[in-house]
């Protein structure tokens, strides 16, 4: 059986010819030529088997079947418009950043504040994950993550170089007579001994990797490992910048110049597809501009 649906575009066409009652107004609407325009109408003619509109030498007229049709068809399109004007809205209501728990904890939650009173139409909702993201099959804007900054199909911009240090509180190093020299940090327990930080950070220090104490329980979570070194429980090996507010309220601080650089970085990333999406370029200009980086 065919169906008495006739294509859609002659029917946008005819919808815009009769709301307007001229075929070059319609065009210029439509971003089409005018012979364009008059080609889907006779196509639509034909397969209706009835003329729509009466060719008048300076104007342009509904037949009596155009009259019956035309204002079903607009209200069919105004259905439609009205449908993805919503959706529009709907779509840049919530922004979905995936990343990591440090990051979110120590970096991004304490400022998402100001970026909610500059864009308060969009909410952010964040995820905490260290899983592999896919776009296509989950609901997800933007991901924050660790690595190189490669990922097939995803443009990334760099945040933080991962860059790491060993921290302590200032009330320890001192009940333990200072921490002046890296065979100074033996004095305290060194936390999340199972990281495999350890084994770099040991090398940049000249200190064997032998003298852990790999009986203290594993951590895994900076956020973590840094409230107990807080605490006063040990040294963590923790990257500064999440941990900027800590340092200058005097919890923390860095006892050495020593820094170990892990040649990765925090990435944020999103399908190149989606890179003039408003409410994704508007969170990458932020973003961006709280670090410090052009969003080239």
């Not at 120590?106 to 896919?134: I, M, N, S």
């Not at 776009?135 to 933007?142: G, I, Q």
Request: charged content about 25%; hydrophobic content about 45%.
């Amino acid at each position: 059986m065919r169906d008495p649906l006739p294509p859609l575009s002659a029917i946008r066409v005819f919808e815009a010819a009769a709301r307007l009652l001229s075929f070059t107004k319609a065009a210029a609407e439509l971003g089409m030529t005018q012979a364009a325009v008059s080609y889907q109408i006779k196509l639509l003619e034909e397969r209706l088997g009835a003329p729509l509109f009466l060719r008048q030498p300076r104007a342009l007229a509904l037949t009596e079947a155009g009259q019956w049709l035309a204002p079903r068809t607009t209200e069919a399109f105004d259905l439609l418009r009205e449908a993805f004007a919503r959706f529009g809205e709907r779509e840049q209501a919530t922004l979905v950043v995936n990343t990591m728990h440090t990051f979110a904890a120590q970096w991004l939650a304490p400022r998402l504040g100001v970026y909610q009173l500059a864009h308060p139409k969009t909410a952010v909702q964040l995820e905490t994950t260290t899983r592999v993201v896919d776009f296509s099959r989950e609901e997800v804007d933007v991901v924050i993550r660790s690595g190189k900054g490669v990922w097939p199909g995803l443009l990334s911009y760099k945040l933080i170089d991962v860059r790491y240090t060993l921290m302590v509180s200032p009330s320890l190093a001192e009940s333990v007579g200072g921490l002046r020299e890296p065979a100074d940090m033996f004095k305290i327990d060194l936390l999340d001994p199972h990281d495999p930080w350890w084994i770099d950070w040991m090398k940049a220090a000249g200190q064997p990797i032998e003298r852990l104490d790999m009986a203290l329980a594993p951590i895994g979570l900076q956020t973590i490992t840094a409230s107990a070194a807080m605490a006063g429980r040990g040294g963590a090996l923790l990257v500064k910048e999440f941990f900027e507010q800590e340092i200058k309220d005097g919890r923390l601080y860095q006892p050495f110049d020593i820094m170990v650089d892990t040649e990765s970085a925090y990435w944020l990333a999103f399908p190149e597809a989606r890179r003039n999406v408003p409410k994704i370029k508007a969170f990458r200009d932020w973003i961006l501009g709280e670090i410090g980086r052009p969003a080239t």
